[in-house]
């Protein structure tokens, strides 16, 4: 597809990369001479335009178009550089405690904007989450974004999500909250700090077991940050910590660590 024009604008010319139901392609938009990322359609493509394009966040990808070209739809992105937060996991391991309170910090901020849009995200994981060069951390795929009223039944009655990360909640179908991405942040900062996915036990059926019963694997890495992440992984959502409690706490920390680093300075 390298070199083919889409919407008889946008000239495809390689590929960002590969989700489970998608690839992403760079591609130079000849009109107004700049890069942009193409995404192309499916089931869940005017979803995910729709959702992202409410939200005016520097923390959520921007959705510039969405052109038919031939039977499917493809949505244009801004391009995001760097590369995602389940890439750097692969490629360095554990990462600091204080680059994922960094993380953790920004990603309150972008599912506080979700909320407030009225949105659930739904499928916050560190594959959904791009480090970019210039410092942001963005989140996106709002392929599966649940609308205010809208249930979360999936169109053709599948499970939508991915088990590692996805809340029991989710897992058991129930009506979901705010509170359900704020679970998957858990899994996420648990999955950066510790360089693995907490739930994930190799077969599916043990991995829903330890979603269901929100048993991680054992801390090893976390320091400071494991009550934090232990307060996100409740299993009920009405005990699972909030975007300000959660926030309040990574935020001391900060300035703990800030106070210790002077003081050793
Ligand atoms: N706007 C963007 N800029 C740069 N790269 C992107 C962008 N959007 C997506 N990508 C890259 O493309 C990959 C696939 O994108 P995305 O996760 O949206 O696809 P998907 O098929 O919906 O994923 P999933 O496997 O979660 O269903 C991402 O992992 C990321 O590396």
């Given at each position: 597809m390298r070199g083919q024009t889409v919407g008889g604008r946008y000239r495809l010319e390689s590929v960002?990369?590969?989700g489970g139901m998608a690839t992403v392609w760079l591609a130079e938009d000849q009109l107004l001479g700049r890069w942009v990322a193409l995404k192309r359609g499916n089931g869940e493509t005017l979803n995910e335009a729709r959702a992202a394009a409410r939200l005016?966040?520097?923390?959520?990808?921007r959705v510039l178009d969405l052109?038919?070209?031939g039977d499917r739809p493809w949505i244009v992105l801004e391009a995001l550089s760097g590369r995602t937060l389940a890439d750097a996991i692969r490629e360095l391991g554990p990462l600091p405690v204080d680059r994922v309170r960094r993380i953790g910090l920004c990603l309150l901020d972008v599912l506080e904007a979700v909320h407030?849009?009225?949105?659930v995200h739904r499928d916050v994981k560190p594959g959904n989450v791009q480090l970019c060069a210039d410092g942001r951390v963005v989140l996106f795929d709002f392929g599966i974004a649940l609308f205010p009223g809208h249930t979360a039944e999936a169109p053709d009655g599948f499970f939508q999500g991915s088990p590692a990360f996805v809340s029991p909640e989710q897992l058991h179908g129930a009506a979901l909250e705010?509170?359900?991405?704020?679970?998957?942040?858990g899994a996420t900062l648990y999955?950066?700090?510790?360089?693995?996915?907490p739930f994930d036990r190799g077969d599916l059926f043990a991995t829903v077991l330890a979603v269901s019963?929100?048993?991680p694997a054992p801390f090893r890495h976390a320091g400071p940050l494991q009550p934090v992440i232990e307060g996100l992984l409740r299993v009920d959502p009405g005990e699972r910590w909030t975007v300000t409690r959660t926030?309040?706490?990574?935020?001391?920390?900060s300035l703990y660590s800030g106070r210790g680093r002077r003081a050793r300075a």
């Open positions: 960002l990369g590969r005016s966040h520097p923390g959520v990808v052109v038919a070209d407030a849009a009225g949105l705010p509170s359900t991405d704020l679970f998957s942040l999955a950066a700090v510790e360089g693995r996915s019963e929100a048993t926030r309040e706490a990574l935020q001391a920390q």
